[in-house]
């Protein structure tokens, strides 16, 4: 017998372990926290089965898909007894035919398994509901800067802190997504939401500034309001310390200064002529320390002191250690 859970109930449960049978690709796109992924099918297989279902009939789906299952099965199996003792939430796109049969097999065979009713359609309207109703309590502290000033590593220093570049894996700007890959929409909403439930009980959450958008990404509105009017801080360090800093983050593979010098031959309505060939030179000469000098001094810092100016600084700390200026942000919020 397949028993059912919903989806509220079923992120109360510290101990569960969420199984996602969809495909790798539906997967990536977003899934519950901390699930497992354990495809039914792959990309391609779900793909013909979708043919067949639209072109013949649900009935051969079906008889298709058992085929394309049978074949897996062992391998299935094999992985999943891992957490045989633990009790299993499994869900699908819908709370289809896909968890529905791994959850009868497997209730069959005597696990502690039940199906996450409405699928991952429901977990995702759960979120989309959960952000729209937000009752936010902790008081902000924002640290702003210039690029590379070293605000990701301080947040590193705090466990009460909201890295939402890391959530949506894009450091903003038209460079930042390199070295990453940027999540879509969904998938930040799913970490930002499970982030916020974590955080919830702390009396203050560490943030770094951003605009309303992270890449592609939109911070949730009830958020970005809140941030506007939270406490600001403003974090410096000299121009020295950002490009050494700059070159470890952004120049760290040969893709990484390919698409740099893309990006970078692209500013024309940006920096000068003069200071893009400069940067593409040093870049095709390996002199990086150079190249990032010039982007820091002509793009990112004539774009970001724009914004900084109109903001009301309530201190100003600078970051020449990591260490040092964390326990500076201890003091501000005492």
């Known amino acids: ?50 043919t067949i279902y639209k072109k013949i009939s649900q009935d051969k789906a079906i008889e298709k898909g058992i085929e394309l299952f049978s074949k897996r099965l062992p391998g299935f199996m094999e992985e999943i007894n891992q957490y045989k003792d633990q009790e299993l939430i499994i869900y699908c796109w819908r709370g289809g035919m896909r968890s529905k049969t791994a959850v009868a097999l497997l209730d069959a065979l005597k696990y502690n398994v039940k199906q996450l009713d409405g699928g991952h359609k429901k977990y995702r309207r759960y979120v989309i509901d959960s952000l729209e109703n937000y009752q936010f309590k902790p008081k902000l502290i924002v640290l702003w800067g210039l690029t590379c000033t070293g605000k990701t590593n301080i947040l590193e220093k705090f466990t009460n802190a909201l890295d939402l570049e890391g959530l ?29 439930n974590e955080l919830k009980n702390e009396k203050y959450i560490f943030v770094e500034g951003e605009s309303k958008k992270i890449g592609n990404i939109q911070i949730p509105d009830f958020f970005y309001k809140i941030m506007k009017k939270s406490k600001h801080v403003l ?22 200064i390919v698409k740099i010098k893309e990006i970078t031959a692209s500013l024309n309505k940006v920096i000068s002529k ?30 970001y002191n724009h914004t900084l100016k109109e903001i009301d600084f309530s201190f100003e ?4 250690d990591v260490d040092e200026t964390a326990k500076e942000l201890k003091k501000i919020k005492k």
């Open 168 to 196: 949506a894996q894009h450091r903003g700007s038209l460079y930042g997504g390199i070295g990453l890959t940027p999540n879509n929409q969904k998938r930040f909403e799913s970490l930002f939401l499970h982030r916020l």
């Open 235 to 256: 974090i410096k360090k000299s121009l020295e310390g950002r490009v050494k800093l700059a070159v470890a983050e952004y120049f760290s593979s040969p893709e990484a």
């Open 317 to 320: 700390i600078t970051n020449n």
């Open 1 to 50: 017998m397949v028993t059912k859970i919903s989806v509220k109930e079923a992120l109360q449960k510290k101990d569960a372990i969420f199984i996602d049978t969809r495909t790798p690709k539906e997967f990536a796109e977003d899934h519950l926290p901390n699930a497992i992924n354990m495809p039914i099918f792959s990309n391609d297989e779900r793909a013909i089965i979708g």
């Open 274 to 303: 003069k200071h893009r060939e400069q940067a593409v030179k040093f870049l095709d000469n390996q002199e990086y320390v150079k190249a990032a000098e010039i982007l820091l001094e002509f793009y990112y810092d004539p774009l």
